[in-house]
DNA sequence: CTGTTTTATTCATAACCTGAACAAATGATC
DNA sequence: GATCATTTGTTCAGGTTATGAATAAAACAG
């Protein structure tokens, strides 16, 4: 960015951003283009600048843990990526200090195997919903314990800050990242897959509620007797959308095998929503079912905090065309139409491993704001 | 509030708050207590000078328009009450230009009548979505147009400057105010009453939805195939707890006469409650049913929201104890306990009349954002 | 009447941002 | 290719705002 565009983001002078940029490049944390790119073509008057932040600061791994596989991420202090590499690992049985064991052992690895030595924090992705002032998971549909001490327990392991986030919320802050449309406003950004979680931000930051954690949409409760759902309950949002309820559905109308890591594969998915395009009545159905509780679910969302972005994301944006028709029919069905115009429905493909981007963005702000502490002090 | 306090509520230093505030009492805006109190009692050290606004910078009238009444409230600058009345008047069937006249008229009487020659702004809470930053109701469930500019309208007819806000944000508004616990974290207002309605506040501001609404939370579907709402839809919460709801669901279990001005009076409703408490099983049941949806819509916020706190306000809580037992079932079945525990649930019983004070106290604070632009001029 | 405690003020100072003028680097034009 | 227009970036003096330290003021305690 170069520095009269950082000066209109904030709202301040050039006189001001050049002033305080000088300081930032003299000590290395900027870095100024090269420049001389030329090509520029048709823009009269002197050419922008753009500044960096240095590669050398230091790099941020950022993790992803599911139920049966880990995504991890290393990325520079520049906020190039560097290595990246997933691992399948149930994570399902092991009791708290086990987990950590294991985590702190991947990250550990993973680091030294991609040659990074400068590793200054590490931001981590979990499903539940997470204290993300102490670092505390409250409570996980995963994870057996509850109020577990992630942050300080792989803190101690590490010797580095750790940063942890709600998954959903990690993938909602990495997507408004990639757009700027998405980070005016209210942004309410629903992520099927694995399971199915909220991220909300208001004018591009993430919205916390009590204890610091995100939100737990995916265990509303839209049907009374509804089918069961692994928090425990009956006929959450999840319980029809996410990929498990939508295979173990799938298995009872057409008998095929169960995943044989307790959670199905993309390629299971992909079979059953291709079965289902190919004219499968059964299959069909399912992701009709599907589309109508989509559309209850987006119905609640503009009704209660009227966004004026809407978006759909994570894996289980690959049956959309299939979910889309009952999807809006239901979405219409429940919506004032005076409320539902004004909220915009954008459908993001994206995958799991978007999530490792979220959290390393996020984990990098900290290290940025705690460069300014540096300075400060 | 005394200097002292001034800057712990604002972060800011003694010195600091002394240096404005001077300045302030020199020009007359604020105005120190008249000390000599004494009586402080046990306090050691130097005593407090609180500081008030002066009630000379002139007045604001508060008004809330339901569906046959109007309440009015006419408050100074030191936010003392001055004089407050309300009006029977049906709303429904006057077309934009009538209403406003009405409005407009009612408003201008009750200030002459009351003495009020230094109006300074107007403050207006009503049903429906309301454009808070233009002033346009968007939609409403009682007023058949759309998209009503009614702050333009009336600006027009009184020449002042005037304030719309939903009927449900100005009573969380005015809650919070009245109690300092609420304004810390988020906390979520449920107003019963005529409608019902959800005022949202994150650190004490007033939640803003796209085109700087609040919610509609009342209009969120619950049970797919329920029962008739005025907005049009069915199954909303609304249709369940809302006053012109119990009533009608009443008349048809004991045939009951309809109330005369299309929504039922205070004693109306009282008499459903009474024969409810008395032991009538059919009555108990609709109350039973109201409690059902209250938790369920309860628990949509937690799981959604996860606020700190809960209100549940407005009229309707007369039949609390009647909601409570299904209420309290309905919230647990429904929510995870983890995330359940974080919310603190508050009953604030409170009529419509606070809604005047609501949007009375945003008016007088637009009021003193107006003055500190003036000086700044 | 002196000491303690809390509130409020004064004042020099530091931090931060800004407008205005100017320098720099490029395209456009004749 | 010399000059002008245009946009970016820098320098510098000055204004606003908040602050710490010292001090005064107003009460109570013994």
Redesign the pocket.
């Known amino acids: 960015m170069?520095?009269?565009e950082i000066g209109q983001h904030l709202?301040?002078?050039?006189?001001?951003v050049?002033?305080?940029?000088?300081s930032l490049l003299d000590e290395g944390i900027l870095v100024a283009e090269e420049?001389?790119d030329?090509a520029?073509g048709?823009?009269?008057?002197?050419?922008?600048?753009r500044l960096y932040f240095a590669e050398t600061l230091g790099s941020v791994v950022g993790v992803w843990t599911g139920f049966n596989r880990i995504e991890l991420r290393l990325v520079d202090s520049a906020g190039r990526n560097r290595a990246s590499r997933h691992i399948e690992r149930p994570l399902r049985n092991l009791g708290a200090e086990e987990l950590m064991d294991v985590l702190a052992g991947t990250i550990t690895a993973f680091a030294e195997e991609s040659g990074a030595h400068d590793v200054k924090a590490i931001g981590l992705a979990c499903q539940g919903y997470v204290d993300t002032k102490d670092g505390i998971v409250a409570w996980s549909p995963v994870l057996g314990t509850r109020d577990l001490p992630l942050a300080s327990g792989l803190g101690d392991r590490l010797g580095k800050p750790i940063l942890i986030e709600n998954d959903a919320s990690a993938m909602a802050f990495a997507i408004t990242q990639r757009n700027s449309d998405l980070r005016s406003g209210r942004t309410a950004c629903l992520m099927v897959g694995d399971g199915v979680g909220l991220g909300f931000l208001i004018q591009g930051e993430l919205y916390r509620g009590a204890r610091f954690g995100g939100s737990e949409f995916g265990h509303v409760r839209l049907r009374r007797s509804g089918p069961q759902c692994r928090c425990g309950g009956r006929g959450c949002i999840e319980a029809y959308l996410a990929d498990y309820a939508l295979h173990r559905d799938a298995q009872l109308i057409d008998h095929r095998p169960a995943p044989t890591l307790l959670l199905p594969s993309e390629d299971a998915m992909e079979s059953i929503v291709e079965q289902a395009r190919a004219g499968d009545p059964a299959l069909h159905n399912l992701f009709q079912a599907a589309g109508e509780v989509l559309g209850d679910a987006v119905g609640i969302l503009i009704q209660t905090l009227e966004p004026d972005h809407i978006v759909i994301c994570g894996p289980g944006t690959r049956a959309m065309d299939l979910l889309r028709p009952s999807f809006e029919a239901a979405l219409d069905s429940q919506t004032i139409p005076e409320l539902r115009a004004l909220a915009a429905i954008h459908v993001v493909e994206s995958s799991m491993d978007l999530l490792t981007e979220g959290v390393v963005m996020q984990a990098l702000r900290e290290l940025d704001l705690d460069l300014a502490r540096l300075r400060a002090a």
């Not at 709202?11 to 001001?16: E, N, T």
């Not at 050049?18 to 000088?22: E, F, G, N, V, Y």
């Not at 048709?42 to 600048?49: C, F």
């Open positions: 170069a520095r009269v709202g301040m002078s050039p006189a001001s050049s002033d305080l940029t000088a420049a001389a030329s520029s048709l823009i009269r008057g002197r050419p922008k600048t």
